[in-house]
């Protein structure tokens, strides 16, 4: 069968006849994928960062804020539109790539595309800012003077490939601060960044040299650096380890944000297993297991289940192995390379074995799924992935307050499903022990638009504020010319 070819990235001011190309090949559904991906000389990479940031300062600059989130709302509007044919490639190609199932990667990009629509950038802004119209102009302060947030006339993003879309998140936000953007793309999904990026230059044909969208192969230093060292900020995402390697590479006079490993679970309490909300909460905590594998920092690990309801955690765990099987029948997990497989399948032995010892543990599971249950208390520890879950019994929620204490640096998202009062109460121990993002079970891979990722401000970060203070208007008015 003829393989199926796209090139990756979006490289203004070159022509494909002057860049060197390397292929990487992608597999599935019967069907190979052959993407080119650009390696770029030094010497154009550098004329690459000059030029987006002369296109920073002289275009991206001079525009207002509702007209950079028309063109963003315009572009998403296309990728949202079943008929487009950015959205047809897409719906395509991207599960080829990533391996995940085609409906799965279709639904959970149009509802993570709708969080990029007018009004949910609105809401993004504000919630960021207060004020938005502070990336317009100085704007006066209660304090006294006037204050604007300046984005950095050139950003360099590493995205990571773990989960399909990410890229998006901070190459709108960096849109959003009007900063001129140079991701690199992940090998592991080359493709998406490259399309939107000549989308919005379809949008608006002015962006064309304000961003660009780029690869090299992970650990080539050389490569890496000539972006680094031409950047204004560089964000990263990834591996601990990888994140610590840029970190060390990146000038210490250049801005450097992280976001790496994380570590997420869920919480049950007594009052959502009664035996008319029992199988709706065990379909939501099988829909977060299930979502991209749980390739995401903010897929659970662990749920933590309450004793004393109608429903008990044991029980609740065999609901949850029926509703990870149903989903496997109409999402199917993606097909795992060796090192993954034997990294899932050495765990679940282990649990096996460990179930075997009269510890009050079980282990289910058809092998695209694995359900364990421990019938007593459980430090937080990362599960497999994989569709692979441990529900944990324990007497009272706040149990488990303790354990989190030495994940602190690396905790998220929690799902609770709880009555108001005892929400707050979890809500209040939970931020104390580090976590940052508290939603709903069937919510925890879909972040609201505008949340603080990692506890920060996705776009706030983004900016340096300039300060007019009071004494240099006062001292202004001196000088005027009408002054007697």
């Not at 060796?338 to 649990?351: K, S, V």
Request: aromatic share 8%; net charge neutral.
């Amino acid at each position: 069968m003829t393989a199926l070819r796209e090139s990756a990235g979006y490289l203004p001011g070159l022509t494909a006849e002057e860049v060197t190309w390397q292929t990487l090949v992608f597999e599935g559904q019967g069907r190979t994928l052959e993407v080119t991906v650009p390696v770029l000389s030094q010497a154009q990479s550098v004329a690459l960062m000059d030029r987006v940031r002369t296109a920073s300062r002289s275009y991206l600059k001079s525009l207002t804020l509702a007209q950079i989130v028309s063109t963003i709302d315009r572009a998403i509007a296309r990728l949202l539109d079943p008929a487009d044919p950015w959205r047809k490639k897409v719906d395509t190609l991207l599960p080829l790539v990533t391996g995940y199932d085609a409906e799965m990667v279709r639904l959970g990009l149009t509802g993570y595309l709708k969080t990029f629509r007018k009004p949910q950038l609105q809401r993004f802004l504000v919630e960021d800012f207060g004020n938005p119209q502070l990336l317009d102009d100085f704007v006066p302060r209660a304090k006294g003077g006037f204050s604007k947030a300046f984005g950095a006339d050139v950003a360099v993003h590493v995205w990571a490939g773990n989960v399909p879309g990410l890229c998006l998140w901070s190459l709108i936000s960096s849109l959003l601060v009007k900063s001129g953007t140079v991701g690199k793309v992940a090998s592991a999904e080359p493709l998406l960044a490259g399309w939107f990026a000549r989308l919005l230059v379809e949008v608006d044909p002015l962006l064309a040299d304000c961003l660009a969208v780029v690869w090299w192969k992970g650990g080539d230093t050389a490569r890496e650096q000539v972006f680094f060292q031409h950047a204004d900020l560089v964000l990263a995402y990834g591996g601990n380890a990888s994140l610590a390697q840029i970190r060390s590479r990146v000038p210490i006079s250049t801005r450097f944000l992280s976001f790496g490993h994380k570590l997420s679970f869920g919480m049950i309490a007594r009052t959502a297993l009664d035996a008319r909300k029992a199988l709706k909460t065990a379909q939501q905590a099988a829909y977060d297991v299930m979502r991209y594998d749980q390739q995401g920092c903010y897929s659970p690990q662990v749920f933590y289940v309450e004793r004393g309801g109608k429903i008990g955690p044991e029980e609740f765990s065999r609901y949850l192995a029926h509703e990870l099987s149903v989903l496997e029948k109409k999402y199917p997990r993606r097909t795992l390379g060796l090192p993954e497989a034997a990294g899932l399948a050495n765990w679940r032995q282990a649990e096996e074995i460990n179930s075997l010892s009269g510890t009050g543990s079980d282990v289910s599971g058809d092998g695209a799924w694995t359900v364990v249950y421990n019938d007593s208390l459980q430090a937080l520890a990362p599960s497999a992935l994989n569709r692979s879950i441990r529900v944990v019994a324990v007497d009272q929620l706040a149990d488990v307050m303790p354990l989190l204490t030495p994940h602190r640096a690396f905790l998220q998202t929690v799902a609770v499903a709880a009555a108001p009062r005892e929400l707050f109460e979890l809500a209040e121990w939970l931020g104390r022990s580090g976590v940052t993002r508290i939603c709903a079970l069937g919510q925890m891979t879909s972040p609201e638009a505008g949340w603080h990722h990692d506890g920060r401000f996705s776009l706030l970060d983004l900016t340096l504020m300039v300060d007019i203070e009071a004494s240099a208007e006062a001292a202004s008015e001196t000088f005027a010319l009408y002054v007697d």
